[in-house]
């Protein structure tokens, strides 16, 4: 089993910035790449930004050059970084992690609400 805790979510105005962490945890020999995914109220689960274990990246489009995937592998954590923040980018954020390319784990999510 992998654990995924993920942190950094809360309020923050329009334009302004977050960096959001997922600490992963257990038997995380194996994992092929990691993901952050948003669930706005009403809408259906998106993905946001994805990294693989060799740091090849891909980005929803409505986020590209806004937003910036990375890993720290020492540290087992994959974070968010998210500049120009737009109401449009309120939702629960979740981590994800993939292994053995088939077997996918969740982190229980974070709020990340823009809004003036």
């Known amino acids: 089993q992998v654990q995924l805790v993920e942190s950094g979510g809360g309020l923050v105005q329009p334009g302004g910035s977050l960096r959001l962490s997922c600490a992963a945890s257990?038997?995380?020999?194996?994992?092929?790449?990691w993901g952050w995914y948003r669930e706005a109220a009403g809408k259906q689960r998106e993905l946001v930004a994805t990294i693989t274990r060799g740091t090849s990246t891909n980005y929803a489009d409505s986020v590209k050059g806004r937003f910036t995937i990375s890993r720290d592998s020492a540290a087992n954590t994959v974070y968010l970084q998210m500049n120009s923040l737009k109401p449009e980018d309120t939702a629960v954020y979740y981590c994800n992690a993939v292994k053995y390319a088939r077997i996918n784990y969740w982190g229980q999510g974070t709020q990340v609400t823009v809004s003036s």
């Open positions: 257990g038997s995380i020999f194996g994992i092929n790449a």
